[in-house]
């Protein structure tokens, strides 16, 4: 091994040379890693072989107090000037955006041949797999773990920990304001509108939160997990995205007397018709490990063929959590680790092309409300014999002469366009009221 | 970054050299490397940047068909040639046994400079400590993700991907055995001893199952473990260890009534009196989601002050999971990549001192058999009182004159100590049949 001889004595020794870091951006998740930073400089440092050193921020305001030191480090006005600070080892970028300045920040260290990390998903989802040629055509480092399930080490995981495994099938909660959502709206029996108000006023959604409900997010961060697992360019755009708002109490009491959960999975498989992406709320079985992840907790499950099934779980958002999984990264590059961005050098990715959505196979959950009248279940079951789609039960516990009533109908597995069809002719019968409403159900 | 510019450019090229492995012992897991290196080879070198290739093997029988092509390969009667192969790159020990052959070939192999990757938990349990020290000191690595939890990559999380955290408490479901046991007693109401048998015909049990079944195996595990989360020398003495052949169905039925499933944990945390270590049957709240950890699938909680809560779960032990672990330590390997030993290097950790275990704090269950006669519970309530033990419940469902009947007790937070000697007492009333059972109970 070329490398053996000077492994510890060199790099483990006192006099190895700080790594020295650049910060933009100095947000709850800065100002968490300049902390962590100092705080625990001496464990890092005897974990790592080196001192990781903040010498340069780029940050909005300066004087605020974020409770730690930075009178000595260098300020610099404009991000990107950071890519050319002479004391700039490796540049972190925690701006945020998918364009504009974090990406010309990012570039411009590439080219500068300084290692970057960043949790910036949005970017790496859009630009990931043109950001892996870069850096890997630069010979530089572009890490990423928090950009994925805080503080949960799932890159690592997958590109080095199962690394020896053909990944069949990747899933997880990936996004943590929607899994809280759910929970509350189950453990309360309270409307989805009201229990995000609350989150809102709790800090666990955001004032706009479309991003999160609507299941952007958590794409964004499949795109990732899928180029990784699969070797695939990031294809963000071909993913089938749902978010939670048509989630309603009704569909939560209705899943648990089925003996399933309702969660916003991210869910990407292998197919016949190639690799699937789709993020949207699933029903899951109680028995699955992964039902019982509740609240802000993120999980992710990977199926590889040597390992067989893995979960992990953990907070996927918050100052601590990803400030832990961005220090992770700068003690990979401060102990010379390195792996290709995606999983493979990405030249040799194979094209991002995603499965259509129409020929998901599947089982389905579908509520219909109707005025309760003769033959409306038999109008119901022609459109499904019609389009081949196999009813597994049928459920109307009600009746109600002037209210619409819920009718709740479960489906073998079936294809999705055929299930469409189906859906769209159910939907145009005089009986029935509202627009149906779908949830795919997951075998896990 | 000195080692930027080659980054990719050299270590993926197909110009470099393939990293040469002889394997000791082709059992299961040595047949199951061997196999996925052949496999999956392509797909290795496109992530690793270099061919991983069989060239040496040590092991028994060298005609029994493993489904794999050896014919190409150099076979030594003597595993210990292995270390000075001039055709080895890498050893691979997976001959088991704390001492002998497997001890000698990584001495020697660290000797010769020669990277190991070792599956053997019992010997790193007693002699980790040394191994480290004395691989750090030859520059060499030794890798032994597959020794702790099979195929979940548990050690990268701890000494990577949470290598950021000051961990406090890290425990887990560490055999799968037991957890297989537990769970099918839970499932089918019936003994310990008829189970096991069962397991033991399936081959999920050993024909000498105490290993496994007396917490030894979860102890090795957990003493590793322990010296990575911590930062510690490794201390397998200092154990305590109870296995699982105490519990019985009874117990296992009023645990559910309490709300509680019962696992055997290995667990190690900080405490006022220093790092705990302890593997026993533990009473685990049901809303924890590692109490949901069934069957033969291992599990491993890890607490760090940054990241919170972190849960790996997986499979711990069989082929193909033990195979995944190596093969990802064979691929960091190729990488170049390394890492302390025990996480941080071997001459900085702390001594390997354990908390006594009569200073643990925690609840407990405790089940008596008496004869249901005027005054018992008042003499056991007197016992636990003078033993400062504070009782949360008590639970005497049946009342028989002929037969003894089960009084369960539940208590608040006290201190072993106090409880060991209240129970001796409480052993040794007249009324009181058989052993007390004893559970501590887990606020996880």
């Keep these: 091994m070329s490398n053996s ?113 960043t949790a910036n998903k949005a970017l790496l989802a859009l630009h990931g797999t043109a950001l892996a040629k870069a850096a890997e055509q630069a010979g530089v480092i572009l890490a990423y773990e928090a950009a994925v399930a805080g503080g ?29 959502i759910l929970s509350t709206m189950r453990e309360s029996g309270r409307e989805f509108a009201d229990v995000l108000a609350d989150a809102q006023k709790m800090g666990y959604a955001e004032a706009d939160p479309s991003f999160d409900v609507d299941g952007i997010d958590a794409a964004h961060k499949l795109a990732i997990l899928t180029s990784v697992a699969f070797g695939r360019e990031l294809d963000f755009q071909g993913i089938h995205v749902e978010g939670i708002r048509h989630i309603s109490a009704l569909d939560l009491q209705f899943a648990e007397q089925l003996g399933y959960r309702i969660k916003l999975l991210g869910i990407a498989g292998r197919t016949d018709h190639g690799i699937e992406q789709r993020v949207h709320p699933c029903m899951i079985p109680l028995d699955a490990p992964i039902a019982h992840v509740e609240g802000v907790f993120n999980a992710v499950f990977a199926e590889g063929d040597s390992v067989g099934n893995v979960l992990l779980t953990g907070r996927g958002a918050g100052a601590g959590p990803t400030a832990s999984a961005v220090v992770a990264d700068l003690m990979d590059i401060a102990r010379g680790h390195h792996a290709p961005v995606l999983g493979i050098p990405a030249e040799r990715l194979a094209p991002g092309e995603t499965a259509p959505m129409g020929r998901h196979r599947g089982a389905y959950y579908i509520r219909l409300m109707v005025h309760d009248q003769p033959g409306v279940i038999a109008d119901v079951a022609a459109a499904f014999r019609d389009n081949e789609v196999s009813m597994e039960s049928v459920l109307q516990q009600a009746r109600d002469a002037s209210e619409p009533v819920p009718v709740v109908i479960t489906t073998h597995e079936t294809e999705e366009a055929g299930m469409m069809r189906a859906i769209a002719r159910i939907a145009a019968l005089p009986a029935v009221q509202e627009s149906p409403r779908l949830i795919r159900i997951e075998a896990l």
Excluded: F, M
């Design 5 to 117: 001889n000077t492994l510890y004595s060199s790099a483990y020794s006192s006099a190895a040379a700080p790594l020295r870091i650049g910060i933009a951006g100095l947000g709850t998740v800065g100002g968490g890693v300049a902390k962590l930073l100092e705080q625990q400089g001496d464990l890092l440092a005897a974990r790592c072989g080196r001192r990781i050193q903040v010498t340069a921020i780029s940050a909005r305001s300066r004087g605020k107090d974020r409770g730690v030191d930075l009178s000595a480090v260098r300020w610099h006005e404009d991000a990107r000037a950071l890519a050319a600070d002479p004391e700039v080892d490796v540049v972190l970028e925690l701006i945020g955006g998918s364009d504009g300045v974090a990406k010309e920040l990012i570039e411009q260290a590439i080219k500068a041949g300084k290692p970057v990390v």
């Design 152 to 180: 949960i080490p799932v890159i690592k995981a997958l590109r080095e920990g199962l690394a020896a495994n053909d990944v069949r099938r990747v899933y997880g909660i990936l996004n943590g304001t929607c899994n809280y």
